[in-house]
T-cell receptor, first 116, second 109 residues
Framework: SAVISQKPSRDICQRGTSLTIQCQVD?????MFWYRQQPGQSLTLIAT?????????ESGFVIDKFPISRPNLTFSTLTVSNMSPEDSSIYLC?????????????FGAGSRLTVL | GQNIDQPTEMTATEGAIVQINCTYQ??????LFWYQQHAGEAPTFLSY??LDGLEEKGRFSSFLSRSKGYSYLLLKELQMKDSASYLC??????????WGAGTKLIIKP
């Protein structure tokens, strides 16, 4: 299965600042997915990053708050902009492997952000 | 709306058997997944069910009943390393993954 390197693994950020999370995959993939996991809650899909086109955002998430880059088939970044304490969460990137509905998600180790 | 329900937390004894239930209400169904997530780590894939019945994989088995909107993950011969959160996820008619909040499993000696 794909190996995903994600950084930073954790950070403490000040309110109002922005932080960019990087995700590197060891193989070429069409789509990369960015998730948020808040304490005690389920995984929530933020957006799907496609190479060569704009990311597709889920309801409740907007590009101004979570800009995404996808410069090639192995790399993506997610920026959390103008952070507030409510953005404190674990952010995970993932890729799908397999075919049709049996696609399995492989995740990066996650980036744990704490906003003060 | 779409919903996945799982118990928040369960406790079991080392060497025993535990069953983690998952019920779902989704628009359509294209498969159900179980993932394991150790504290501070990424979720990792455990099992996939798309047809009714039991899928066995070593100490872990997963069952699905589509008519009842129900699945369970069965863990046998529990080991301390099985202490983790177990996430249930369903792929809906649009192939979107709907995630449960996870069940934290605590194994005691």
């Amino acid at each position: 299965s794909a190996v995903i390197s994600q950084k930073p693994s954790r950070d403490i950020c000040q309110r109002g600042t922005s932080l960019t999370i990087q995700c590197q995959v060891d193989s070429q993939v069409t789509m990369m997915f960015w998730y948020r996991q808040q304490p005690g809650q389920s995984l929530t899909l933020i957006a799907t990053a496609n190479q060569g086109s704009e990311a597709t955002y889920e309801s409740g998430f907007v590009i101004d708050k979570f800009p995404i880059s996808r410069p090639n088939l192995t790399f993506s970044t997610l920026t959390v902009s103008n952070m507030s304490p409510e953005d404190s969460s674990i952010y995970l990137c993932s890729v799908e492997e397999g075919s049709s509905g049996a696609n399995v998600l492989t995740f990066g180790a996650g980036s744990r952000l704490t906003v003060l | 709306g779409q919903n996945i329900d799982q118990p928040t937390e369960m406790t079991a004894t080392e060497g025993a058997i535990v069953q983690i239930n998952c019920t779902y209400q989704t628009s359509g169904f294209n498969g159900l997944f179980w993932y394991q997530q150790h504290a501070g780590e990424a979720p990792t894939f455990l099992s996939y069910n798309v047809l009714d019945g039991l899928e066995e994989k070593g100490r872990f088995s997963s069952f699905l009943s589509r008519s009842k909107g129900y699945s369970y993950l069965l863990l046998k011969e529990l080991q301390m390393k099985d202490s983790a959160s177990y996430l249930c996820a369903v792929r809906d008619e649009n192939y979107q993954l709907i995630w449960g909040a996870g069940t934290k499993l605590i194994i005691k000696p």
